[in-house]
């Protein structure tokens, strides 16, 4: 059975989109490589304007459209990244543009639709919920559906990240792609089997929702409520994108929270740029299969940029706890004036940095004539907080560190 695009599909794509869309950077990176026992280049699509790859799948869309298309106006349902993108460029190509979101989606991204012109409509809480009250409200009013990824058009013009990733890094070996309902890596698997035949395409999805990992195995696996991937919470791959997907894709990973979570903080260190969940499974997947990536040459794709200050702001702080630069310490001290000033004075002597101090009398086993303090310190390392609390007992104040 022929596939939904060709190859011919993608290098078209190319031209409608070029100095449309960002050929953003695809760069080595010396300290990843380092570190995942691989070479590692990144593809930097969180640096479009709207901070995702969707815009390439969006615009090369929105370009086939005929003049009465345009003129009725186009939908599409989205819960962020996808939205922006028909978002922004219907509106630079003057197209009408409704949007529906589910009532969950994420403040900046419903932010960012709006600004770009768009009428939002939030409804439902979940993204099946919108989706029928998308398509429904389309049929009503006679708009063309852009569809996030079950289409042939929004595939192609994703494939064309692969063009640019295999012409600027052409020693590339392996892409791994996250999957979300399959547009990404449908696209980029057709375009390295024509070009690089002996690449390898590997998708990344979240354990939490294993929608391709399950349909290339023919299980079925119940999906999560939510993940910190937001933008590959699918929980079914397309009917157009799932046969590239088995044609073209050498497997499917599955990615943890906590890996994500680590991911988006060594990116952010490490690289110094953001990225949502989504754009960080690459990375948790190397971290995951350090073995099956030995030695190749691994593009990685950063899909998006778009994350909530305040989620940030938690996986730097969880980030920290992990790596033991931020300590919450338990001390049994003496209730006795001064005794707090001597256990700031040393915790400052040890390099420790006090970042919340509670004191307690009256919820605590202790006798009456001590006091538990909890102290939360910035610290250097795992090995520094053992060496803290060595050298608090060591000085006669019982410390013990809370996970």
């Known amino acids: 059975m022929p596939l939904a695009f060709s190859f011919a599909d993608v290098q078209s794509a190319a031209d409608r989109l070029r100095g449309e869309v960002q050929d953003t950077p695809c760069l080595h990176s010396r300290t990843l490589s380092a570190l995942l026992g691989c070479d590692v280049y990144l593809k930097f699509e969180n640096l479009q304007f709207t901070a995702s790859f969707k815009e390439r799948g969006a ?59 768009a009428t939002v409509l939030l409804h439902g809480e979940t993204f099946d919920d919108a989706r029928a009250h998308g398509l429904a409200l389309a049929a ?35 892409l791994v792609v996250p999957i979300g309902g399959g547009g990404l890596i449908a696209g980029i698997a057709a375009a390295a089997a024509a070009l690089k035949p002996g690449c390898k395409v590997y998708g990344v999805q979240t354990e939490r929702f294993p929608a391709a990992w399950g349909a290339l195995r023919g299980e079925a696996r119940a999906c999560g409520n939510a993940t910190i991937a937001d933008g590959i919470a699918v929980k079914a791959p397309g009917a157009v994108t799932l046969p590239v997907i088995q044609a073209h894709v050498a497997d499917v990973l599955l990615a943890s929270e906590d890996d994500i979570e680590q991911a988006i903080l060594m990116l952010l260190e490490i690289e110094k740029t953001v990225v949502e969940g989504a754009g960080a499974v690459g990375i948790a ?36 706890v992990r790596s033991g630069r931020l ?11 001064g005794a707090l000033a001597d256990v700031a004075r040393l915790l400052g002597e040890l390099g420790a940095n006090i970042d919340q101090l509670q004191h307690q009398r009256a919820f605590t086993a202790l006798s009456l004539e001590r006091v538990q303090v909890e102290v939360v310190v910035q610290t250097r390392d795992a090995a520094h907080v053992e ?7 060591a ?6 560190h809370m996970a």
């Open 140 to 174: 009503e009013r006679g708009l063309t559906v852009i569809h996030p990824f079950d289409d042939a058009a929004v595939a192609a013009g994703q494939g064309t990240v692969a063009l640019e990733m295999l012409a600027a890094q052409p020693q590339i070996d392996t």
């Open 395 to 400: 000085h006669g104040c019982p410390a013990e």
């Open 327 to 337: 300590a919450r310490l338990r001390l049994d001290v003496r209730d006795v004036p």
């Open 387 to 393: 060496q803290i609390v060595a050298a608090l007992r």
């Open 59 to 117: 615009l090369n869309k929105l370009a086939q459209l005929s003049e009465p298309e345009r003129a009725a106006g186009v939908l599409a349902v989205s819960a962020g990244n996808h939205a922006q993108s028909v978002a922004y460029h219907a509106q630079r190509l003057g197209i009408p543009v409704t949007i529906v979101m589910p009532r969950f989606a994420p403040s900046v991204k419903v932010e960012n639709t709006r600004r770009f012109g």
């Open 285 to 320: 997947a190397l971290l995951r299969h350090r073995a099956l990536f030995a030695g190749r040459h691994v593009g990685l794709v950063l899909s998006g940029g778009n994350i909530q200050p305040l989620v940030l702001a938690g996986i730097i702080e969880r980030g920290m």
